[in-house]
């Protein structure tokens, strides 16, 4: 069961990600935007939960990836939807802006649910690394001269707007992590504590 929960995983997100991939008119500029970003993560991490179940020596590997993209896809989906943002011109309601900014968390949910692990509370902080990561490129990007990619991370034109956003990001992605934890506490009851000795939120 858990294999084949994993392998239709694997499939159907890597596969539909090629597809919109293959039609993109510029593949390498919108790997700059989050959205893609984030995707890619989720990918990479399907992949290495699956190769895990032949060689267990990917179990850290598949574990940091977890710790990065679920943490990041829920973020990309309370931004995406909360200031209403497409993933492209086709608008909200296409197949394709729902993958990016629905199926995302939809598989974050899934594999909370199917397969319970628990998790670290002193992770936190890599969701939050990764999006200070992004948040640097992204200045250093504009400092070339290059557009903002969100109008809302615009460092030149709307330094305010660009901060704000920065500060709720600084605690969105660390808090969804703790949030995550706490969604495995309920789900993975029976699982071994990260650390010897904590609770078993930890």
Same mark, same amino acid.
């Given at each position: ?7 239709? %995983?694997?499939?159907? #997100? ?7 991939? *293959?039609?993109?008119? !510029? ?9 893609? $970003? ?16 032949? =060689?267990?020596?990917l $179990? ?6 977890? !710790? ?23 608008g909200?309601?296409?197949?394709? %802006? ?7 968390? #939809? @598989?974050?949910?899934? %594999? ?21 990561? @992004? ?6 990007? $504009? ?13 030149h034109? %709307?330094?305010?707007?660009a ?9 969105? *992605? ?8 706490? =969604? ?17 939120? !930890?």
């Open positions: 069961m858990t294999l084949a929960f994993k392998t239709v %995983n694997a499939l159907f #997100l890597c596969r539909t990600f090629l597809y919109f991939m *293959l039609y993109e008119k !510029d593949p390498l500029s919108v790997l700059e935007a989050l959205t893609y $970003q984030g995707m890619v993560l989720l990918c990479l991490h399907s992949i290495s939960s699956l190769v895990e179940e032949g =060689l267990p020596l $179990q850290g590997l598949t574990k940091l990836l977890r !710790d990065i993209s679920f943490p990041v896809a829920v973020f990309i989906s309370i931004l995406s939807w909360g200031l209403m943002i497409p993933v492209d011109e086709g909200l309601s296409t197949f394709k %802006n729902h993958f990016f900014h629905s199926v995302n968390s #939809l @598989y974050v949910l899934l %594999n909370m649910i199917m397969l319970p692990q628990m998790w670290c509370k002193y992770r936190c902080p890599l969701p939050l690394i990764y999006g200070l990561a @992004y948040l640097g490129f992204q200045v250093a990007l $504009q400092s070339t001269g290059q557009p903002a990619r969100y109008p809302f991370l615009d460092f034109t %709307n330094p305010e707007i901060g704000v956003i920065m500060f709720i990001s600084v605690l969105l *992605l660390p808090s969804l992590h703790l949030l995550l934890c706490v =969604l495995s506490s309920k789900v993975c009851q029976k699982c071994p504590p990260c650390h010897g000795g904590t609770t078993k939120t !930890d």
